[in-house]
Nanobody, 123 residues
Framework: QVQLVESGGGLVQAGGSLRLSCAAS????????VGWFRQTPGKERDFVAG????????YYADSVKGRFTISRDNAKNTVDLQMNSLKPEDTAVYYC????????????????WGQGTQVTVSS
């Protein structure tokens, strides 16, 4: 079992940057792919970025490609999401999630979820 805790959210002006971190407990973290999702009130949770268990493969939603970078450090049990050139439409609660079966972009593919961290981008 894996427990996930996100941090690094906050308020930033448009064009700015934030770095989110997902810290995991459990010795088997390196066997999970990890994804970042985001959700705004009244909407579904959307895939943002994902990374496979080794860190050698990544996948991004079109809306963040070229602006966000996902990375992981299995020795530290962390997965980070570097967000640059932020836009007001990036405002959401961001969640990290772990997937035992591999890199995917669907909510139902992920087995464990963090509690989320709020990101607010002002115009």
């Amino acid at each position: 079992q894996v427990q996930l805790v996100e941090s690094g959210g906050g308020l930033v002006q448009a064009g700015g940057s934030l770095r989110l971190s997902c810290a995991a407990s459990g010795r088997t973290f390196s066997t999970y792919a990890v994804g970042w999702f985001r959700q705004t009130p009244g909407k579904e949770r959307d895939f943002v970025a994902g990374i496979n268990k080794s860190g050698g493969r990544t996948y991004y939603a079109d809306s963040v490609k070229g602006r966000f970078t996902i990375s992981r450090d299995n020795a530290k049990n962390t997965v980070d999401l570097q967000m640059n050139s932020l836009k007001p439409e990036d405002t959401a609660v961001y969640y990290c999630a772990a997937n035992l079966y591999g890199l995917g972009s669907k909510n139902y593919e992920y087995n464990y979820w963090g509690q989320g961290t709020q990101v607010t981008v002002s115009s």
